[in-house]
């Protein structure tokens, strides 16, 4: 896995090998100081003994984000308003155990493949493969137990202003149906200018699909807002891919253009969502994939969202072609979140970078599959600011 990191990365503490790996039980009670800007404690224990670790980064101004070696969750993350006031902008839980009992992948990594894959089978080179169709018929993010339900290696390390954590996993030739094995690298770095820089490396030994993702749900206005409609997206794409009733796209590339999908200037995600269109109805509200490619590889600005109540900004920049605006449909007031809160429908929001969802079937979509000798390598940031900047 050494040569999968092609950034000079000083590995400063190698946390919990032991503990993850072994799965023995341990106690973790105390919060240990791992490295500048980095404590870990113990999260909880899973259903099979192992125990669950819970980082604590901090930023130079600030910030602070906590992640666990579960699923590579990010259970918060705090932004500062236009005060200076830091306050938790991401949905999630108090306890391991609410996670392992069903989350809608709240904040996790989303692994071997980020959305769905139609009818939860694909072939590559004459050969098929079947996936679990866990999402109706399909097969979506990654299947029953994907890389949100996988305890990751985690190491932490510094980079520059920054701390950050770097989970690794190598998931077994056959893993949920997928072909290869396929080694994995996700870090996460918390910059001293507001940044949480995400980066993605895999290298597998048989061809297979691969599309990484980050599937936090933000809501800029903080943990005890209700709804996130009154905030402002921008997605600078004049195109998206439509879906069907069971939200696998058509294969077609459409123009945004005088439909309620054109957020190429700033408008809130309540002004149009309930509007009488069929993408909307088929999405039930958007959840749909839109097109950033530029034909470039490089890291572009993928979506801006602004929260006129705190003044809190986000910018999504990435190299992925694709942005999955989902915008909290399926939450319905039945789960109860971090300190009690109850989530409501649409009170969260996702941005998830990504290559086209059922790719593997679309030909023409850009290509998901990853060769032998291949280095699989994305980057997304999420940057915060404020309008008082
Ligand atoms: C998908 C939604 C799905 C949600 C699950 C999103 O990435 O686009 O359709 O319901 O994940 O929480």
């Known amino acids: 896995m050494k040569g999968m990191f092609p950034r000079k990365i000083s590995v400063l503490v190698f946390l919990l090998a032991g503990l993850a790996i072994s799965g023995c ?42 992640v666990t070696n579960y699923g590579g969750i990010i259970v918060s993350l705090t932004a500062p308003n236009r005060d200076g006031k830091q306050e938790d902008v991401v949905l999630g839980f108090d306890s391991l155990d609410q996670y392992v009992d069903g989350s809608p992948y709240f904040g996790a990594i989303i692994g071997r493949y980020g959305n769905r894959i139609g009818k939860a089978q694909f072939s590559i080179d004459g050969e098929s493969y079947s996936l679990a169709a866990n999402n109706g018929e399909n097969h979506l993010h990654g299947g029953i137990a994907g890389f949100d339900k996988v305890l990751w290696d985690a190491t932490s390390f510094s980079e520059g202003t920054g701390h950050g954590i770097v989970f690794t996993y190598v998931s077994p030739d056959g893993e949920e149906g997928y072909p290869g094995t396929l080694s994995v690298n996700v870090t996460y770095l918390l910059t001293a200018d507001n940044r949480v820089v995400f980066s993605y490396e895999a290298t597998t030994d048989k061809a297979t699909p691969v599309n990484l993702t980050q599937h936090s749900y933000f809501n800029l206005a903080g943990p005890s807002s209700d709804s996130i409609l009154s905030q402002e997206l921008t997605i600078p794409a004049g195109h998206f891919t439509p879906i069907d009733v069971g939200f696998i796209p058509t294969g077609k590339i459409e123009s945004v253009e005088g439909t309620p999908f054109d957020f190429r200037t700033p408008t809130s995600i309540g002004a149009r969502i309930d509007q009488d269109n069929e993408q909307l109805l088929n999405g039930l509200g958007y959840d749909h994939n839109f097109v950033l490619n530029d034909g470039s590889a490089n890291l572009k600005l993928a979506a801006r969202v602004y929260d006129p109540e705190s003044g809190r900004i986000m910018e999504v920049t990435t190299n992925e072609p694709g942005i999955q605006f989902y915008a909290g449909n399926f939450l319905d007031g039945t789960l109860t979140g971090k300190g009690g809160h109850i989530y409501p429908y649409r009170s969260g929001f996702c941005l998830e970078t990504q290559h086209f969802p059922d790719s593997p079937n679309k030909p023409s979509f850009p290509s998901t599959i990853l060769m032998p000798g291949k280095l699989y390598a994305t980057q997304t940031i999420y940057t915060f600011s404020t309008d008082a900047e």
């Open 25 to 66: 039980r341990q106690s973790m009670d105390q919060s240990k100081t791992m490295s500048p800007g980095i404590t870990v404690s113990e999260f909880g224990v899973l259903p099979d003994g192992r125990i669950a670790s819970l980082f604590t980064v901090q930023s130079a101004s600030g910030m602070e984000m906590r």
